[in-house]
């Protein structure tokens, strides 16, 4: 039997973080899934399939690692994937708090599915996807906390946006 793990989110963009999470996961699991949401809660900077790219170059060789859009709830996709566990990282403790509630939640959806928490690595505790969203339309340099490609398609979807004088608006802002 397969040991198989999703490890769902926007992925808006992917990241250092993500990808260390992904990575431990794998060591674990016989096949990790990166499963990217299509339609998460909140402004996106890309779509679904430039999300999917992302994640696709960034775990390129990986081969326990596959990469797959998906929509509703991430229990029903884990299922249909015959898949056992749920990855989640967790960074800081308000991290938990969310997780906590969301694996309860999910536990009572699907109770075959278990919930798998990852503390993040030392190294990207201040990493999050909306941080590195405002620092890259700031200007600023995020080289440290995403692969060249993603640093590049940032710098792109940037430099589009401000040519049409729009901005994705957010609603904490590190300017302040």
């Not at 339609?39 to 399939?49: A, E, G, R, Y």
């Not at 990207?124 to 339309?137: C, F, G, Y």
């Not at 640093?151 to 040519?163: D, I, Q, T």
Request: hydrophobic share 45%; aromatic share 8%.
């Amino acid at each position: 039997m397969i040991r198989r793990a999703v490890y769902p989110g926007s992925f808006d963009p992917i990241h250092n973080g993500h990808m260390d999470i992904a990575l431990r996961a794998a060591k674990i699991f016989d096949e990790v899934i990166v499963a990217i949401y299509d339609m998460p809660k909140k402004k996106l900077l890309f779509n679904i399939d430039e999300r999917t790219k992302l994640a696709l170059e960034a775990f390129k060789g990986i081969e326990n690692i596959r990469v797959a859009p998906f929509s509703g709830l991430a229990v029903n996709f884990v299922n249909e994937l015959g898949a056992m566990a749920i990855i989640r990282g967790l960074r800081v403790f308000s991290d938990f708090e969310l997780e906590f509630r969301m694996g309860l939640a999910n536990k009572k959806l699907a109770p075959e599915v278990e919930t798998v928490a990852i503390m993040t690595d030392e190294r990207h505790l201040h990493i999050s996807s909306s941080t590195i969203r405002e620092i890259a339309e700031l200007g600023g340099d995020v080289s440290s906390m995403v692969p060249p490609f993603v640093a590049l398609a940032l710098n792109e979807r940037f430099a589009e946006l401000h040519a049409n004088h729009n901005s994705p608006g957010y609603t904490t802002s590190i300017r302040d």
